[in-house]
């Protein structure tokens, strides 16, 4: 039996090969696929980030780094309402930036949480941070300047998929076939997409379903643990003990509708998705700073729960 961690987090290559399995089988309903995706993986994995931040063993934190916390995020919710309606395009370049590094950076996290052995651990992450950079200049090279057209996928996917069989044949024989070693496949292929889809949309969501599961996996192990180590958690009422999927249901299907309106087309309402997207950057930043684990505050309150 595949224990629930490999299946959601060391290794969930379940959740793209759905997505591309009803994209080319039902590629009338692509529009639906990509709202029920963002819906049910996407957008509750960005509202995991608040009661995961807004925890009552945070406050303390919180307050004492009101720059980090208050004052930086504030900025952040400027700068991408500036950037969306003065300088949308560069703004959407940089937005894809920061989701790309932001991935990247939890798969070196996911694998430095797991993989023990410093030499082996060190060739995983090297690996993870090479690909995503080839797979981020693959996609700015495709949907930002064209200059790599549909009549070369053939080529660029003969040419990446040699590269992958010959980088995982070379670590699979130097470290053996593990579950460690899937953690490292599932953080090089997450942006694998950009490579063959023609909707950059999909190459945003497909493999970042990935990332999506893992994310959700850990915030609610976290929770589940703290929540169980209050002295008080039997007697709380329905909203408390359901807190953190109850905030991510009402945040997901907010985000969600204002998601589609980006279609929309009145102006007004397509540009309604500015608020889904800075919530996203804070999201980005946000778990920059809980997922730091120089930081004693984060070892001591999420760390342990991880690792126990």
Request: hydrophobic share 55%; glycine share 4%; proline share 3%.
């Amino acid at each position: 039996m595949i224990k629930k961690e490999v299946f959601f987090v060391k290794f969930p290559i379940i959740f793209p090969i759905l997505y591309l399995s009803i994209l080319y089988l039902f590629p009338g309903f692509e529009t639906q696929l990509i709202f029920i995706t963002i819906l049910l993986l996407a957008e509750t994995h960005f509202g995991a980030t608040w009661p995961f931040f807004l925890d009552k063993v945070n406050f303390p934190h919180i307050i004492k780094n009101k720059f980090s916390f208050i004052f930086v995020p504030i900025t952040i919710i400027i700068l991408c309402l500036v950037g969306f309606f003065l300088m949308k395009s560069l703004f959407l370049l940089i937005f894809f930036g920061a989701n790309v590094y932001h991935v990247t950076r939890q798969s070196f996290g996911i694998t430095n949480l797991y993989t023990k052995d410093l030499i082996q651990k060190k060739f995983y992450i090297n690996t993870i941070y090479a690909f995503n950079l080839i797979f981020f200049l693959i996609a700015f090279l495709r949907f930002y300047i064209p200059i790599i057209t549909n009549e070369d996928l053939i080529f660029l996917n003969i040419t990446m998929m040699v590269l992958l069989f010959l980088t995982f044949g070379y670590l699979a024989y130097k470290f053996k076939i593990s579950e460690n070693f899937l953690t490292m496949v599932t953080g090089v292929l997450i942006f694998y997409p950009v490579c063959f889809v023609t909707n950059p949309v999909h190459a945003i969501i497909m493999g970042v379903t990935m990332h999506y599961s893992q994310y959700l996996f850990l915030t609610n192990k976290v929770l589940i643990k703290r929540k169980n180590q209050s002295e008080n958690h039997i007697s709380q009422n329905f909203f408390l003990k359901y807190k953190f999927l109850t905030v991510i249901i009402i945040y997901s299907f907010i985000m969600s509708v204002l998601s589609i309106f980006g279609k929309n087309d009145s102006v007004i309402l397509s540009n309604l998705i500015v608020i889904p997207i800075t919530g996203q950057m804070l999201h980005f930043y946000l778990d920059s700073q809980l997922w730091k684990f120089s930081e004693e505050h984060n070892r001591e309150n999420i760390l342990k729960y991880l690792v126990n």
